[in-house]
Nanobody, 123 residues
Framework: QVQLVESGGGLVQAGGSLRLSCAAS????????MGWFRQAPGKEREFVAT????????YYADSVRGRFTVSRDNAKNTVYLQMNSLKPEDTAVYYC????????????????WGQGTQVTVSS
């Protein structure tokens, strides 16, 4: 059974940092692009960042570019999201997902999803 499990969320003050992890099991994702999305209460799930299978190409939402960094360790079947200079508007549930094709920006382009991890940034 394929599983993606996020961890590393929590409560942090504005300006702080968190590192999220997404561990995959059930199959290897070393040849698959991976993405991070987030969903705040009352809002739609939105794209945050994506990384290609080899890790040499990354894309970010404008709202996080320069503050967040996506990376991966294929030997560990794990993807990371380093979040720095966090703002209250970054508060959301963060999800990782496996890319299946199409535009990396849309949720429909991903087929496997984790259960999410809560990130709360206090002002």
């Amino acid at each position: 059974q394929v599983q993606l499990v996020e961890s590393g969320g929590g409560l942090v003050q504005a300006g702080g940092s968190l590192r999220l992890s997404c561990a995959a099991s059930g199959r290897t994702f070393s040849n698959t692009g991976m993405g991070w999305f987030r969903q705040a209460p009352g809002k739609e799930r939105e794209f945050v960042a994506t990384i290609n299978w080899s890790g040499d190409r990354t894309y970010y939402a404008d709202s996080v570019r320069g503050r967040f960094t996506v990376s991966r360790d294929n030997a560990k079947n794990t993807v990371y999201l380093q979040m720095n200079s966090l703002k209250p508007e970054d508060t959301a549930v963060y999800y990782c997902a496996a890319f299946r094709g199409g535009s990396y920006y849309y949720t429909s382009s991903y087929d496997y999803w984790g259960q999410g991890t809560q990130v709360t940034v206090s002002s």
